[in-house]
């Protein structure tokens, strides 16, 4: 459902579209891309809304036009030949691009983006991470700037940094040292000016998993 008066009253959605899956459902909206098909003539909203869930082969991510009353068709944004299952939450760039993380793709985990409005998408992998039981997490600047928050198989969080949607990455660094964390999960990351972010999890210096 979808509210434009901060919740006093709820509108029916559709959901997403079809085909979707049957877990680690997220949403997400921001700006059209200028790069794809962007609000339609007869779009009444003017920004893009996401519909992103998991099925067991492949998770798919589904584009509304009408502010989330009705979504376009589902559309794979990444198989089991790329990345395992389960992702975490969308967000979208001030530039249009939607970046969805995985915690498995491969040996490492990815960023999985969209710049032409959910018409494609393509895996990016992040150099220096390790698949883990926690879903990464991501935040965009105001100027583009991506931040990547994960825990890796060792335990220990850790952030990345790409200025170019995820292409390449720089900073790859553990977080968290100067309390000596070992184990972290539900890693959050967000961001507002282009060269600040904040970086939450839960952590503990206790060994063990």
Same mark, same amino acid.
């Given at each position: 459902?979808?509210?434009?008066?901060?919740?006093?009253?709820?509108?029916?959605?559709?959901? =997403?579209?079809?085909?979707?899956?049957?877990?680690?459902?997220?949403?997400?909206? =921001?700006?059209?891309?200028?790069?794809?098909?962007?609000?339609?003539?007869?779009?009444?909203?003017?920004?893009?809304?996401?519909?992103?869930?998991?099925?067991?082969?492949?998770?798919?991510?589904?584009?509304?036009?009408?502010?989330?009353?009705?979504?376009?068709?589902?559309?794979?944004?990444?198989?089991?030949?790329?990345?395992?299952?389960?992702?975490?939450?969308?967000?979208?760039?001030?530039? =249009?691009?939607?970046?969805?993380?995985?915690?498995?793709?491969?040996?490492?985990?990815?960023?999985?983006?969209?710049?032409?409005?959910?018409?494609?998408?393509?895996?990016?992998?992040?150099?220096?991470?390790?698949?883990?039981?926690?879903?990464?997490?991501?935040?965009?600047?105001?100027?583009?700037?991506?931040?990547?928050?994960?825990?890796?198989?060792?335990?220990?969080?850790?952030?990345?940094?790409?200025?170019?949607?995820?292409?390449?990455?720089?900073?790859?660094?553990?977080?968290?040292?100067?309390?000596?964390?070992?184990?972290?999960?539900?890693?959050?990351?967000?961001?507002?000016?282009?060269?600040?972010?904040?970086?939450?999890?839960?952590?503990?210096?206790?060994?063990?998993?």
């Amino acid at each position: 459902c979808y509210t434009d008066d901060d919740g006093k009253t709820w509108q029916p959605s559709q959901g =997403g579209g079809i085909p979707s899956g049957v877990d680690h459902q997220t949403i997400g909206g =921001g700006t059209f891309s200028a790069n794809g098909v962007g609000a339609l003539p007869t779009s009444t909203y003017k920004n893009a809304v996401y519909y992103c869930s998991q099925d067991i082969a492949t998770a798919f991510c589904a584009t509304s036009r009408d502010g989330g009353t009705t979504f376009g068709p589902g559309v794979p944004t990444y198989s089991l030949l790329d990345c395992g299952g389960l992702h975490g939450h969308l967000k979208v760039a001030p530039d =249009g691009t939607a970046y969805l993380p995985n915690k498995s793709c491969g040996s490492n985990a990815a960023l999985v983006t969209s710049t032409d409005n959910g018409t494609s998408w393509a895996v990016h992998k992040v150099p220096m991470t390790s698949p883990s039981d926690a879903d990464p997490s991501v935040g965009v600047g105001k100027n583009g700037t991506v931040y990547f928050g994960s825990v890796g198989s060792d335990g220990w969080p850790a952030v990345a940094v790409s200025h170019d949607r995820g292409t390449t990455w720089s900073n790859q660094q553990p977080v968290g040292t100067e309390y000596k964390i070992n184990n972290a999960v539900f890693p959050t990351m967000v961001s507002g000016d282009d060269n600040r972010a904040a970086f939450a999890f839960i952590g503990t210096p206790t060994d063990g998993d």
